[in-house]
């Protein structure tokens, strides 16, 4: 595997495969492990390092690209596919809606011949391979697929390194195995496996939305029984995002310390939600504070998306912006939050910081949300999943859960990031390789009730199905005093599946998904349509 350096020295560009006058290449392998660190002999600044990985894909060999946050799509693919492009909606649309924050499109080429994804690859076939990234601290470590020829290359992303006459740094570092099998055993073994608490419990946004109020959230608590043990109060609290201390009067005139009570006295974790890297346009934090905002080299306050009134990055090299993020959380632990849902946390390196990676600018953030909030539980959202490990208790491994199978068309062959029940089970199933091991996945909500929602009855035990076989997190927002009892069968088949359930093994079978588990002592097997949605 021969390894280019890519970088520049002033204003002029170089690339070189072994030491020069400019830099020293020191590379070390061993059976599984390749590492690559530089030596600059003169000032430089870096922007990739990479090679091939010497595996070549046929057309029917399945492989898995990693998507770059919780949200981005992540399955099992074959060459023939094509990766969306949300360039491919209409500028008009894009900046209407800043559909290209979401996502790594923004600061990554999308060219049709390549498949991309970060961090963790591996591919089954004729060809096996796993590779994964040990060096996330410093970048992200990008595997893309030609489509023409089958070749898998990887980079470093190293792009925002500089380094001085006399430093080192390793810009490469990864694991590799020959197959799937080995591969998750070696993925164990250097991360270390975890075993997170399971929470099965419920949350407030996919029924109402932020539409909520104190009668609302009151009136779903009373119904829980033991079998929970969180109850967690989403978007809506707030009179405005970014001004999180700020309970809206209205919808929770008593505030949230009593309900926090009223939560515990049921024997449950107290749960809630915040975004804590923006604020939208419309909050005291937006209009009163523009100094905490992080801004183009223009002036402009960098846009994370078009949710709310449009909402903007926080500047984490302001003091006073770090500040407001650590106060809003000890607001919540004081009135005795135990578990913390991050929400929309690719906002922390979506701009760029000057002498960082994106991905240093990622764990330093995480990182600083863990030293806040000490040992409560934390559940990462819209965050890049190796930046998470050793800094999150739980993940959400996909995006939201919609409340029927798929998006509008338009967004389905372009948005990467988008609402989709169709995606989330998908990225539930593929990424499960992650569960206990970087943290435990959340796969997003199950939904069992007939109002509001326009899945089918098959999709409904499809999802909560596949939810409970997968994941660390089973969540729902149904009022499940409204449940009958055929709803209650299937809810607690789904929890015995939750606690005891083993899964042996899943793969692509064309649009289907195979999957053989244990439960109870019993080798049981089921085959997921992931065009329809539903168990066969």
């Known amino acids: 595997m021969s390894i280019e350096i890519q970088y520049r020295v002033g204003r002029k560009g170089f690339s070189t495969k072994e030491s020069n006058a400019q830099l020293q290449i020191e590379e070390k392998k061993t059976e599984n492990r390749h590492t690559v660190t530089i030596t600059a002999k003169t000032d430089l600044k870096l922007k990739y390092a990479g090679g091939k990985t010497g595996v070549r894909l046929t057309g029917k060999d399945r492989f898995f690209l990693n998507g770059y946050q919780s949200w981005t799509d992540s399955k099992e693919s074959i060459r023939l596919e094509v990766e969306n492009n949300i360039y491919r909606l209409p500028p008009s649309l894009i900046r209407r809606f800043s559909f290209d924050r979401y996502g790594d499109a923004k600061f990554y080429f999308y060219f049709r011949p390549l498949l991309h994804g970060y961090d963790v690859f591996y591919s089954r076939g004729k060809n096996n391979s796993f590779f994964f990234n040990m060096n996330s601290a410093v970048s992200y470590l990008i595997f893309q697929v030609s489509r023409w020829t089958g070749k898998v290359y990887y980079m470093a992303d190293l792009r925002g390194l500089s380094l001085r006459a006399g430093e080192s740094l390793t810009v490469l570092d990864y694991c590799f195995a020959p197959d799937y099998e080995s591969g998750v055993q070696l993925f164990r073994k250097m991360f270390s496996v975890k075993t997170p608490e399971k929470i099965f419990g419920y949350t407030s946004w996919y029924n109402y939305y932020q539409d909520i109020n104190e009668a609302q959230i009151l009136r779903d608590l009373e119904a829980l029984d033991d079998r929970f043990n969180l109850f967690q109060i989403d978007d809506g609290y707030e009179t405005y995002v970014g001004d999180w201390i700020s309970v809206d009067p209205k919808k929770f005139p008593n505030g949230l310390s009593p309900i926090v009570e009223k939560i515990h006295a049921k024997g449950l974790k107290a749960g809630i939600w915040l975004a804590p890297f923006v604020a939208e346009e419309k909050s005291d934090v937006y209009r009163n504070h523009p ?218 079978d064309g649009r289907r998904i195979r999957i053989e588990y244990l439960l109870d002592g019993e080798r049981k097997n089921l085959v997921y349509d992931t065009k329809k949605g539903v168990l066969l």
């Not at 490990?389 to 993940?395: I, M, R, T």
């Not at 009958?484 to 088949?493: F, S």
């Not at 789904?494 to 793969?507: D, G, K, M, P, T």
Request: aromatic letters at 14%; charged letters at 30%; a neutral charge.
């Open 291 to 508: 100094e905490w905002l992080r801004r183009t080299k223009s002036g402009k306050p960098i846009k994370c998306g078009g949710n709310w009134s449009g909402f903007y990055a926080l500047d984490l090299e302001n003091k006073e912006a770090r500040e407001h993020i650590e106060k809003s959380l000890r607001f919540f632990m004081d009135q005795g939050f135990d578990f913390f849902k991050l929400d929309f946390l690719y906002a922390a390196n979506l701009p760029e910081y000057f002498g960082r990676t994106r991905s240093m600018v990622a764990e330093e953030a995480y990182a600083f949300l863990r030293r806040v909030l000490g040992d409560r539980l934390i559940l990462g959202c819209g965050a890049t999943p190796f930046n998470c490990a050793g800094k999150f208790d739980y993940l959400r491994v996909g995006p939201d859960v919609s409340l029927e199978f798929d998006d509008i068309w338009f967004m389905r062959i372009m948005h990467r990031e988008r609402i989709s029940t169709k995606v989330t089970l998908q990225n539930t199933v593929y990424r499960s390789f992650l569960n206990g091991v970087l943290f435990g996945n959340d796969p997003d909500v199950f939904i069992l009730r007939d109002e509001n929602v326009r899945l089918s009855k098959e999709q409904k035990r499809a999802l909560l199905t596949i939810n409970s076989l997968f994941g660390s997190v089973l969540m729902t927002s149904d009022n499940i005093a409204g449940y009958d009892g055929e709803k209650e069968e299937l809810l607690n088949r789904a929890i015995n599946c939750f606690y005891h359930a083993q899964v042996l093994s899943y793969e692509r």
